[in-house]
């Protein structure tokens, strides 16, 4: 049985949109790819090695080339800083592409919502989706036109099924008209900020329509509010660490000597989650994997995504307090 790493050669890569690159690499072993599935990246840090997922926009029909796009972040945790410093005949370790976004085929009708970069993991979808002859829109929102990976090429590729929404022009989604205006039978498929994403959720649920017809990927690392600096404390284990703008809850942890349990490190799977004894401060909480109910209560955060912000009544330096059993 073939290792799930293997080398690939990075054959092109060029900024294609505001803060955007796209990276096109030859994997050692290449296989088919369908829609919706990502790539796991070894990206080297300061002391280790850690992996990072990307969505793949699109491939070769054989899998000998696959092609990626980038957000460099303003507080990369190193993922978008090194995968932006990647250029042609540099060499880098990847996983087999895996799934965890599947596009159902035969629903009646289609909607795909993609906020920023998150139209990485949509393009394939309504690729597909044409070829089928489905019944499909997009929706995709941006800041503004600089900042649309891909725009010039969905316009020529989808005409009216593709709708624009800008923040610089005002036109964002309205999101409970969206939904209203969905046959009951719909699917929707999105990945975006986790505002649009908790905004669709809400209006979904609201109108009651069945939630297996809503699938969603997440990207791991966007809140309510802009990333600080906080304290967490673990007074079970007597630890006390420092959870800088750049790295997460969970890295923190681990820093500090505290075995974590975990995998997805976006938010989803809930394997890391811990319990809050106290916080002072706002907890920003980032995942899909708690309802709005459960983060309402702040009994328990997803520390991979999850943070600590200052409020009018806390101290200048936000601190959480939580239990890992």
Known sequence: MKSEWQKAVITSSEIIAENIRRIELSPKFAVPVKPGEHLKIMVPLKTKQEKRSYSIVDAHHDGSTLALSVLKTRNSRGGSEFMHTLRPGDEVTVSRP???????????????????????????????????????????????????????????????????????????IDVPALINSLNPHTELYMCGPIRLMDAIRRAWNQRGLDPTNLRFE?????????????????????????????????????KAGAAMMFDCRKGECGLCQVRILDVDGKVDHRDVFFS??????????????????????????????????
């Not at 979808?125 to 044409?130: E, G, I, N």
């Not at 829109?137 to 989808?158: C, G, N, P, Q, T």
């Not at 309510?224 to 750049?246: C, I, M, R």
């Not at 943070?307 to 009018?312: A, G, L, N």
Request: with cysteine.
């Open 218 to 254: 997440t990207f791991g690392n966007s809140g309510w509010y802009l990333s600080e600096s906080f304290q967490v404390n673990v007074p079970e284990l007597g630890l006390h660490a420092t959870v800088n703008k750049d790295e997460s809850m969970l890295e923190a942890l681990q």
């Open 292 to 325: 709005d109910r459960q983060k309402e209560s702040d009994a328990k955060a997803c520390a991979c995504v999850s943070r600590v912000v200052s409020s009018p009544t806390s101290s200048p330096t936000s601190t959480i307090t939580v239990a890992l059993s």
């Open 98 to 172: 895996s799934q965890d976004f599947p596009l159902r085929v035969g629903a009646p009708e289609y909607v795909l919502v993609a906020g920023g970069i998150g139209i990485t993991a949509i393009r394939g979808m309504a690729s597909l989706l044409k070829k089928l002859g489905a019944n499909y829109r997009i929706h995709f929102a941006a800041r503004s036109l600089d900042a649309m990976a891909y725009k010039d090429e969905l316009v020529a590729e989808h005409g009216e099924n593709l709708h624009l929404h800008l923040d610089s022009e005002g036109t964002t």
